[in-house]
Nanobody, 127 residues
Framework: QVQLVESGGGLVQSGGSLRLSCTAS????????IGWFRQAPGLERQFISC????????KYVDSVDGRFAISRDNSKNTVYLQMNSLKPEDTAVYYC????????????????????WGQGTQVTVSS
């Protein structure tokens, strides 16, 4: 059974840090680019960051660039999102997803290209 599971969310004060994990089961994560997204209440799901299959390429949305860092450990079938200097506006449910059709060694921000999705993990940043 193909499954992605996010973990590591929680409640943190403004300026704090969290590290999210996205762990795959049922398939080898190292074959695919992975993206992180978030969705706040009443808003559309937003692209945050992505990493290529080999980890050599990454992208970030401007609002998190310099604060968040995406990485992967293919030996653990896991992708991470290190979130530093968190702000109340970062509050959302965070999701990871696979992009199985992007060119190898690249990743993209187009949400519609991502197919397998996790169930999400809640991140709440208090002011």
């Amino acid at each position: 059974q193909v499954q992605l599971v996010e973990s590591g969310g929680g409640l943190v004060q403004s300026g704090g840090s969290l590290r999210l994990s996205c762990t795959a089961s049922g398939f080898p994560l190292d074959s695919y680019a992975i993206g992180w997204f978030r969705q706040a209440p009443g808003l559309e799901r937003q692209f945050i960051s992505c990493i290529s299959d080999n980890g050599g390429a990454t992208k970030y949305v401007d609002s998190v660039d310099g604060r968040f860092a995406i990485s992967r450990d293919n030996s653990k079938n896991t992708v991470y999102l290190q979130m530093n200097s968190l702000k109340p506006e970062d509050t959302a449910v965070y999701y990871c997803a696979t992009d199985r059709t992007v060119v190898a060694g690249t990743c993209r921000s187009r949400t519609s290209r991502y197919d397998y999705w996790g169930q999400g993990t809640q991140v709440t940043v208090s002011s």
